[in-house]
């Protein structure tokens, strides 16, 4: 495969010699492990015959196993079938495991325990492995055994309740926010496992993290100005509770515009550009606590004047006066943006079977050790014989039987 949107590296990827196990399923396990793998981690995705991932029969592109999805967070990944659920098929994976530096899983607890997978049992057979578990509710407290998916993390971490307009229904984000974030978090936790491993001495170790606590994370002070001023933070839509003028605004030529112009010396630039100088010296609205209790009134002066231009004319201005401005892009607008192209945001694969093949870019950015992606999301258990054969040295015959009994 070629690639397009990448920038050469100068040294090797700084993952390069580290071996992970991905034996999770869809996104928040799996994509801690294709973002290893994107700084050069050896991924080997261990999936049930037959069918493989989730991910890969996605219903918005199903394109024989290899969704839009799977090509994405799939990629850089070697897959391999193996059936975990019959004892031949554990016995595999603990030989896997043997070699391994890295498991990521994201089964309900216990489902490991039952099948003698459990953290006990595969430390025992490799005390440097680190174990990574990512579930809904963690490996431990009352709903520890409940099943657990991106929307009920959302609910349940205190996120999704302030999200939204006050006369609607808390609003879901479009995209799964408490898997990629927990995703991420996964992945930071096992570099930090392994720093402890190689750096420091350590022994492998046990990550144990639940959907819902990602994102309860990034809910900042919602329990604190709880428990410290009895509020309940409550939806008030696109605007910022502390920070005002701040919100979208709908322009002329009907395009969404982001304005966040809330801060003490950023709006008399604001009211310059929208000729309006007397706002910024008018009591009413001269220091952030006056602006934030006028915030409907005054927002609405700053709609009214939105919608006058046209995107183009508000970015322009505002970009002038140094405001912070910038679009709600939609997917045709992020690849005709100049400032996506220079970043090289967006970067083309040229997969073996459906040609160039477009997804994100690396993040982040490393000088000297960028991260890299090789390949698309792999076929079906197109590196059975590499790993099964190459890596634990089983014959054709082997295979062959492991074929024919349903364990790969």
Same mark, same amino acid.
């Given at each position: ?128 492995? &680190?174990?990574?578990?990512?579930? +809904? ?6 709903? *520890?055994?409940?099943? %657990?998916? @991106?929307?009920? !993390? ?102 969404? &515009?982001?304005?966040?112009?809330? +801060? ?6 604001? *009211?310059?550009?929208? %000729?309006? @100088?007397?706002? !910024? ?108 054969? +190459? ?18």
């Amino acid at each position: 495969m070629t690639s397009s949107g990448q920038t050469p590296p100068t040294r090797p990827p700084p993952l390069t010699g580290i071996r992970v196990l991905d034996i999770g399923t869809l996104l928040a396990g799996p994509v801690a492990a294709t973002l290893l793998g994107d700084f050069g981690a050896e991924v080997i995705k261990v999936e049930q015959p037959g069918r493989g991932d989730t991910l890969r029969g996605s219903p918005r592109d199903g394109r024989a196993g290899r969704s839009a999805s799977w090509l994405v967070e799939g990629r850089n990944k070697k897959s391999i079938t193996v059936n975990l659920r019959v004892e031949a098929g554990q016995a595999l994976l603990r030989e896997l495991i043997t070699h391994a530096d890295v498991l990521v899983e994201n089964f309900t607890p216990g489902t490991l325990e039952k099948w003698g997978l459990g953290w006990d049992e595969v430390h025992a057979l490799n005390p440097a492995l &680190v174990m990574t578990r990512v579930s +809904g509710w963690g490996q431990t407290g009352p709903y *520890a055994k409940r099943p %657990g998916y @991106d929307r009920i !993390a959302l609910g349940f971490s205190g996120y999704m309740y302030p999200t939204g307009f006050p006369d609607r229904i808390p609003v879901r984000p479009a995209f799964p926010t408490a898997d990629y974030n927990s995703a991420t978090f996964a992945a930071l936790a096992t570099m930090l496992a392994l720093y402890e491993r190689d750096v420091n001495g350590g022994e492998g170790q046990m990550i144990d993290l639940a959907l819902y606590e990602s994102m309860f994370r990034i809910t900042g002070d919602l329990v604190a100005d709880f428990t410290r001023h009895g509020r309940v933070r409550e939806r008030i839509g696109n605007r910022n509770a502390t920070f005002t003028p701040a919100g979208t605004f709908s322009t002329s030529d009907d395009r969404y &515009v982001q304005i966040a112009a809330g +801060g003490d010396n950023v709006w008399p630039r604001m *009211a310059a550009a929208m %000729g309006r @100088d007397d706002l !910024a010296t008018d009591k009413r609205y001269a220091r952030g606590r006056d602006r934030n209790e006028r915030a409907a009134e005054l927002e609405g002066l700053v709609a009214e004047w939105v919608g006058r231009h046209t995107y183009a004319e508000v970015e322009a201005m505002l970009v002038e006066a140094k405001v912070p401005v910038g679009g709600i892009y939609t997917a045709d607008q992020i690849v005709a943006d100049p400032h996506y192209a220079a970043r090289e945001n967006v970067l083309t694969i040229d997969d073996e079977t459906i040609g160039p093949f477009p997804m994100p870019s690396v993040v982040p950015k490393l000088s000297a050790t960028p991260g890299r992606v090789t390949a698309t999301g792999p076929e079906l258990g197109s590196h059975n014989d590499e790993i099964l054969s +190459g890596l634990l040295g089983r014959s054709e015959a082997d295979l062959d039987a492991l074929r024919a009994d349903g364990v790969i």
